[in-house]
């Protein structure tokens, strides 16, 4: 463990699980008390694969206000990083924004050794004791067992100001939703549309295994006061029939429960290697094709609230700059990727 400074032995320690505090992004929250991006569920009901990628807490928040003058964070995870071509950051570290929604300001990340599983981190010290608006994001690519707030003894907690509505912005798809490879968890796309729009994001982003699982639609159906649901997991498809068999059945167990909640279909983004490799441009347009046809024949059947974004116009010109791989984008893909969906969603969710 990392050693405290002797200044920092009277923090009082809180648990996020007790008011003030709000978690944020994990949709069976209220129900089950884990952090966990689906439910609980028995061996067998859902793929192992996203059983496991479950526990990944992609998109989770912890949001509180406080005029502590230290902030510090204790953390137990699952296991030690171990992605090739992701930081550690992203992988098994929190990071701090400051102020509201709208106008919310990065501060820092956690720091630790590479391999370590638990690891103590200050955010800030001897700071002004004025009343701040704090969210801490979760890891990206690891499971949280448990996790600790520090404070100075005589620091005063509220609560964050609620959100703007009670709905809930849920994002499906593969491991570029779930935030790979950003540097840090702030800036996975739903992370950043999160502070853009004053509603709840839930991150369900399966990496590798966004296939269209119709379990997954199932348990998404159950997500109490959905407000949009962008479906963007076409690049976890192995081909166009991957799509035409699950996409259509997706969207059909969503509105069996939801008829009028808002659906945005997100095609895949370019790949560097779509280069040299001819085919793999036509599989894309092909795909892009489907799923623009799709949402074209749903809308003259009547639904009114589904609605295409080709991903090849969210990373613009420099499309070839924006990934770690040539197909996982850095923080500056991410950043296009969100820029690209906010005005979208403002149109959808009626935002001004």
Not at 119 to 128: A, D, G, Q
């Amino acid at each position: 463990m990392v050693q405290i400074d002797p200044e920092d032995e009277e923090l009082l320690w809180l648990s996020p699980y007790e008011p003030p505090f709000q978690i944020s992004g994990f949709a069976w929250w209220s129900q089950e008390r884990k952090y966990r991006r689906l439910p609980v569920v028995v061996a067998g009901a859902i793929r192992e694969e996203v059983d496991n990628l479950a526990n990944h807490t992609a998109g989770g928040q912890i949001r509180f206000q406080t005029n502590a003058t230290q902030l510090m964070i204790k953390v137990r995870l699952y296991g030690p990083n171990n992605m090739d071509h992701i930081t550690a950051t992203a992988v098994n570290g929190f990071d701090c924004y400051l102020g509201l929604p709208g106008s919310q300001l990065y501060y820092g990340t956690t720091r630790f050794p590479h391999n370590a599983d638990e690891y103590e981190s200050v955010f800030f010290k001897s700071v002004e004791p004025e009343l701040r608006c704090i969210t801490l994001n979760f890891p990206l690519y690891q499971g949280v067992h448990e996790v600790q707030i520090g404070v100075n003894s005589d620091a005063k907690m509220m609560e964050f100001p609620p959100y703007d509505s009670d709905g809930k912005v849920i994002l499906y798809g593969t491991s570029i939703t779930q935030g790979g490879c950003a540097s840090r968890p702030g800036m996975a796309y739903s992370n950043i549309l999160s502070r853009r729009f004053n509603i709840e994001f839930i991150n369900l982003g399966f990496s590798g295994n966004g296939k269209g699982d119709p379990e997954i639609a199932e348990y998404i159906s159950q997500i109490e006061k959905p407000g949009c649901l962008v479906l963007d997991y076409d690049a976890n498809c192995v081909n166009l029939n991957g799509l035409i068999t699950t996409m259509p059945e997706f969207i059909r167990i969503f509105r069996s429960r939801h008829s009028e909640v808002p659906i945005l279909v997100v095609s895949r983004t370019p790949c560097g290697y779509e280069q040299v490799k001819s085919s793999t441009y036509e599989e894309r347009v092909a795909r892009r094709n489907y799923q623009s046809g799709l949402v074209r024949e749903h809308r003259e059947q009547g639904d009114r609230f589904i609605y295409f974004c080709d991903g090849a116009d969210l990373l613009g010109e420099v499309w070839d700059e924006c990934t770690v791989d040539g197909l996982h984008p850095t923080d500056l893909g991410f950043m296009l990727i969100a820029n690209g969906l906010t005005p979208i969603l403002k149109d959808i969710l009626q935002i001004s």
